[in-house]
């Protein structure tokens, strides 16, 4: 009898990407339009965390804001989770390195969900 495989879950296709402003990038932002997918992850051993801030243009205030630390771990916000963004409207995202003393590093973007 064949082996049927099962489904395996379907990849992400990221619009935008950046990476924190060190000079050895310690994170990585991630957004896909569809889905309102955000994800940064942690991609050095140098005990800082990644944080992102999605502001709203319109509106004029921080959408969502959230970090993660630990070199490999990643977070992801969707919109199927509650940070749903308005279709057609741009957002400026903030991805920096944070420690004790608060965000360095900075890399900005402005992008359409």
């Not at 064949?2 to 992400?12: C, F, I, K, M």
């Amino acid at each position: 009898m064949p082996v049927l495989a099962s489904p395996s879950a379907s990849a992400v296709n990221w619009d935008h990407q950046m990476h924190t402003d060190d000079g050895d990038p310690g994170g990585r932002l991630r957004f896909a339009s569809y889905g309102d997918i955000v994800q940064i992850c942690d991609i050095e051993a140098d005990g800082w965390a990644v944080n992102v801030q999605v502001y709203d243009t319109v509106h004029g205030y921080n959408v969502d804001e959230f970090s993660v630390g630990g070199n490999g771990n990643c977070k992801t916000h969707r919109a199927s989770n509650g940070y749903n963004l308005v279709e057609g409207r741009y957002y400026r995202f903030t991805v920096a390195l944070k420690n004790g003393y608060g965000l360095q590093y900075h890399d900005y973007g402005t992008w359409k969900a």
